[in-house]
T-cell receptor, first 113, second 116 residues
């Protein structure tokens, strides 16, 4: 079955530490890839997306993600996290026309001062 | 402002009652979606619709029903057949690019249903 896996369910980092959140998917064909963020008490918003082209995509608030097709991965990175990055992060995959977005279970990030 | 409007924000119902959650969008998007969010489960797809008068079941459609009579509206009914209806429900919409798939999803603020 098609699936999206996020490896880390809970991550705790100190401010200024580097962040990498893993995301793998099991779809075999062309995919569209997304990372969403949900800040406490707020609705989901898009961090970044990949449709085609440069596999290194940059998003808002200093986040970036790299699509590695051979590894079926789309990991999210940020060189230096801030307390305000405390949130839940979701990876999502779309397998093409006719399909909806399939989400991972999310990673809860806590950044401590 | 353009966006997705979900109502009500909070809803309490007794066990055995059907309840309908409203979702309206003014983004002129073709596709609309309902997800359920539970702690530790991420977002699970209930139903989606890519065109008026047509919709498809998602991964957890049992106990739910939808309609898509208008492009801007996609109400979700949680029926008494849903075994564990207490949850946070999210509606979303997107464009659909033929041959390329679903664009970015825009989400509403959610409806929290509690069944007593």
């Amino acid at each position: 079955a098609q699936s999206v896996s996020q490896h880390n369910h809970h991550v705790i980092l100190s401010e200024a530490a580097s962040l990498e959140l893993g995301c793998n998917y099991s779809y075999g064909g062309t995919v569209n890839l997304f990372w969403y963020v949900q800040y406490p008490g707020q609705h989901l918003q898009l961090l970044l997306k990949y449709f085609s082209g440069d596999p290194l995509v940059k998003g808002i608030k200093g986040f970036e993600a790299e699509f590695i097709k051979s590894k079926f991965s789309f990991n999210l990175r940020k060189p230096s996290v801030q307390w305000s990055d405390t949130a839940e992060y979701f990876c999502a995959v779309n397998a093409g026309s006719g399909y909806a977005l399939n989400f991972g279970k999310g990673t809860s990030l806590l950044v401590t001062p | 402002d353009g966006g997705i409007t979900q109502s009500p924000k909070y809803l309490f119902r007794k066990e055995g009652q059907n309840v309908t959650l409203s979702c309206e969008q003014n983004l002129n998007h073709d596709a609309m979606y309902w997800y359920r969010q539970d702690p530790g489960q991420g977002l699970r797809l209930i139903y989606y619709s890519q065109i008026v008068n047509d919709f498809q079941k998602g991964d957890i459609a049992e106990g739910y029903s939808v309609s898509r009579e208008k492009k801007e509206s996609f109400p979700l009914t949680v029926t008494s057949a849903q075994k564990n209806p207490t949850a946070f429900y999210l509606c979303a919409s997107s464009i659909v690019v033929t041959g390329k798939g679903t664009g970015e999803l825009f989400f509403g603020e959610g409806s929290r249903l509690t069944v007593l």
